[in-house]
């Protein structure tokens, strides 16, 4: 019997495991998380929208696993009567710069087979959300929003039931690959299989230099920060709004998010974070600082972005900034209406030449293999890229 092992107990590994055991029943599958709990990182840190597919580059990676992957959620959501909510989102040009910017977006969204989009003028944009000001909106009624931990839970409810097994606590600080044989190393037990995929997030670039040692890319994360609204300024938005982002920058900008379990969210901004996991502004980790300070690829970056970076870190330490962004979209927000919210950390790969990789990565060395960039959308897609690992592996072992 052939065995896998996955590593992450993310809902990219989740999902990949859940794929090999419906293609090929009764394989030996096991699959390892460092933490306590499944959905640690990203997948329990981030906004919970079910993305459309509006922003990503038709025929990328991102376009046709978040197109499919939006519909298989969706699916699933509804079979296993998970909360979620198609609700919609406006995304906004506040200036005139943002207008060409908007037209992309719309010409990418409908060339990546999104319905129903529509320009809204000022006035449509107040009978949408009466609060947001704008010069023109593109309304996208199929984004949504679900709880991502709750996804996760079910993907791996269905692995154990299915036969395969969740380690939790074990740190993967090793993989050799013997031939037809890979061997993983953990922190107190090691397994023996035919193949191995790594779902590491933040950590995926180390994991994916023990088998490919010359690895052109390095993870750098960027931290983003969240407020709330106050339950009593909640009536300031209805749904999802959004900013033009800046076509330089793989982040969306700090935007407003209705939760599926109640509360608006706003935000996330990025910053530079100064460790891995470093989830509060003065988490500092050596290790990771050195690695990405070691990196050409980081100074390139720094020295590209250093303005807007400088602007993040302000809004970052100084309310008044954050509140000033957010007031772009809604001008009546003030600071009394926002409470400290969480933070995410995002694992953004960027190469040598100090490119932020915008597209899903996936390197495959023999039987082993490694997703190098899965930013946002990848929650939305989990299913369609959980299946195309899945596809991938299994075919290597025929
Ligand atoms: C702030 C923020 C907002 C976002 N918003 C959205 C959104 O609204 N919609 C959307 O679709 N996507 C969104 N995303 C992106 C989405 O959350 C991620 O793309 C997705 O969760 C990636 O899943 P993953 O399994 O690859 O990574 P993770 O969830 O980070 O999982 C990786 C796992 O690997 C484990 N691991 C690492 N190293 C080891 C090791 N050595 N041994 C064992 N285990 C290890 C980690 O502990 C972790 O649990 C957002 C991300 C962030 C950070």
New binding site residues.
């Given amino acids: 019997m052939q065995g896998i092992i996955v ?8 999902s990949t495991a859940l794929h090999i055991l419906q293609a090929r029943p009764g394989t030996r599958l096991v699959l ?4 306590q709990t ?14 459309s597919g509006l922003y990503y580059k038709p025929g990328s990676l991102k376009a046709i696993n978040c197109r499919e992957g939006y519909d298989r959620l969706l699916r699933f959501c509804r079979e296993e009567n998970i909360r979620h909510e198609i609700c919609g989102k406006i995304v906004v040009a506040t200036s005139e710069q943002a207008l060409p910017q908007l037209q992309e977006l719309h010409r990418r969204g409908v060339a990546n087979g999104l319905q129903g989009l529509k320009f809204l003028n000022p006035a449509e944009i107040r009978d949408i959300e009466p609060h947001c000001t704008g010069i023109s909106g593109l309304l996208v009624p199929e984004a949504g929003i679900v709880d ?1 931990p709750a996804v996760a839970e079910k993907y791996a409810e269905k692995i154990t039931e299915m036969g395969g097994e969740i380690v939790l606590g ?4 090793e993989i050799r690959q013997n031939g037809n044989q890979v061997e993983v190393i ?1 922190a107190s037990r090691t397994w023996k299989g035919n193949a191995v995929v790594a ?6 670039d ?2 994916a230099r023990q088998t490919e040692p010359a690895l052109p890319l390095r993870i750098l994360p960027f931290r ?1 920060e ?1 407020y709330k609204l106050r339950p009593s300024s909640a009536r300031l938005v209805n749904h999802l709004i959004y900013p033009v982002p800046d076509p330089a920058f793989p982040f969306l900008g700090v935007h407003f ?1 209705r939760m599926i379990n109640g509360g608006v969210e706003c935000g ?1 901004n990025a910053v530079f974070a100064f460790g891995r996991e470093a989830y509060q502004k003065t988490d500092f980790n050596l290790r990771d600082t050195l690695d990405a300070l070691a990196w050409p690829g980081f100074h390139k970056v720094a020295a590209k972005h250093w303005r807007s970076g400088l602007g993040e870190y302000h809004r970052s330490f100084s309310k008044q900034a954050f509140v000033r962004a957010l007031q772009n979209l809604v001008p009546e927000i003030q600071a009394e209406d926002l409470e400290p919210g969480g ?5 953004q790969a960027c190469d040598r030449s100090g490119k932020l990789l915008d597209d899903f990565d996936f390197r495959v060395s023999r039987n082993i293999i490694h ?1 190098c960039n ?9 299913l369609a890229i959980g299946k195309t690992i899945a596809d991938n592996l299994l075919s290597l072992l025929q």
């Fill in positions: 590593i992450g107990g993310g809902i990219l590994g989740l390892v998380e460092k933490e499944i959905a640690a990182h990203q997948t329990g840190h981030n906004s919970g929208v079910i993305h991502y074990e740190r993967v600080e953990g779902c590491a997030g933040l950590q995926s180390r994991l983003g969240y998010t996330p933070s995410g950390i995002r694992a997703v899965a930013p946002s959308p990848a929650a939305t897609a989990s």
